[in-house]
């Protein structure tokens, strides 16, 4: 999930070099960290919040097969 968050987001972004995914494991829950430069957040949250909302459905998609409760962090 750390991958597919990598490239969703590097397509996002202007400067996709500074684009930072750790991820943080539980045993029944995952938090996924998402770190930008700085001009390129508004690019990650989107209008109205719309591609942080897409990218945390796809995760709530896949997390949902492997049984285990994923949450995305948006850090700045």
Do not use: Y
Not at 10 to 39: H, T, Y
């Amino acid at each position: 999930m750390k991958e597919l968050i990598t490239i969703i987001a590097k397509a996002l972004v202007d400067r996709p070099e500074d684009v930072r995914v750790s991820s943080i494991e539980g045993e029944s829950m995952s938090v996924i960290e998402l770190r930008v430069a700085q001009g390129d957040l508004g690019k990650i949250i989107g209008k109205q919040g719309r591609n942080a909302q897409a990218m945390r459905t796809i995760l709530n998609a896949v997390s949902t097969k492997q049984r285990k409760k994923v949450v995305l962090e948006i850090l700045d």
